[in-house]
């Protein structure tokens, strides 16, 4: 009996740890990709579109569409190719709120048929053959700095004889007849590789926020239950100092972080939480929230 009890007392202690160590939902935007691939089709919207639902549909981000990230670089006219830059990249995660911006292009996207053979005793058959291949690269910029923090290229490639093939005027996307295609397959194969890798990787990126508003005892935050916050949680938060603009590129270095006290989470809303101070003062709109552990 008392090995029974002891048994259930470590499963309950195994499962507040868990609880406790849950991953907060990093905040980023996905830009359309570049089509490098020369394709009569509009490749780098549709598949921007596919990986997006791709990284929503892991749970563990935020995800800003490419539309939401357009329309912020055409209001603030940043950058008229519509592309985003080491340069854009720190006043677009300014605007958006976002931590991160995965951008890069389609290298390939291409699809080929074979006519195969085969001898028997009665003559010879054959049977049309059909593959197509699809290559991402993908890049991660850390929207603090304007940094490259992480490359990816991945390749999917389907063969079916017979297979059906993408024809003229057939949108990509998520949830279209493009997913049936040996086209969308093998570009599925080169999202779920990417859509590993990124999980991966900004894992071991801090989970980062901001300060809205501090009034009085309360001091509101720019995340909530969406991005995994919790009551009782604790977060440090950061005042900014200038910019350090490297003069040859034009690119952010960074900036000094002073660290001016921490706060505990009391409410949260879906896309906010209210805080309290428990150390420090003088928090303003714009100060950098951080995870204690960091």
Request: overall charge negative; charged content about 20%.
């Amino acid at each position: 009996m008392k090995k029974t009890a002891l048994i259930t007392f470590c499963l309950v202690l195994a499962l507040v740890g868990s609880a406790g160590a849950m991953e907060m939902r990093k905040r980023i935007a996905v830009a359309a990709l570049e089509d490098k691939a020369g394709s009569s089709y509009n490749v780098g919207t549709g598949l921007a579109d596919v990986l997006t639902t791709a990284l929503v549909n892991t749970g563990k981000f935020q995800v800003y569409e490419r539309d939401q990230l357009a329309r912020v670089m055409e209001e603030q006219a940043l950058g008229t190719s519509g592309l985003v830059t080491p340069q854009t990249a720190p006043e677009i995660g300014k605007l958006l709120g976002v931590q991160a911006i995965v951008y890069g292009s389609v290298t390939e996207f291409s699809s080929q048929e074979d006519s195969v053979g085969l001898g028997t005793m009665l003559g010879g058959i054959g049977f049309n053959r059909h593959t197509a291949r699809v290559t991402l690269d993908i890049r991660i910029i850390d929207t603090t700095t304007g940094e490259i923090i992480f490359a990816h290229s991945a390749t999917g490639e389907e063969s079916e004889a017979g297979g059906a093939m993408m024809v003229p005027g057939m949108i990509i996307g998520a949830g279209s007849d493009f997913n049936n295609t040996l086209e969308g397959k093998a570009a599925r194969q080169a999202i779920e590789e990417i859509v590993e890798a990124i999980s991966v990787k900004m894992k071991d990126i801090p989970w980062t926020g901001a300060v809205v508003k501090a009034d009085g005892d309360r001091v509101f935050i720019n995340a909530g239950m969406e991005a995994g916050i919790e009551t009782g949680m604790e977060f440090k938060i950061y005042q900014r100092g200038e910019d350090l603009i490297d003069p040859t590129t034009g690119i952010s270095l960074g900036a000094e972080e002073t660290l001016i006290g921490v706060i505990q989470v009391m409410d949260v809303k879906e896309k906010y939480a209210i805080c309290r101070a428990t150390s420090g003062g003088g928090f303003t709109g714009g100060d950098i929230v951080r995870e204690k552990g960091y």
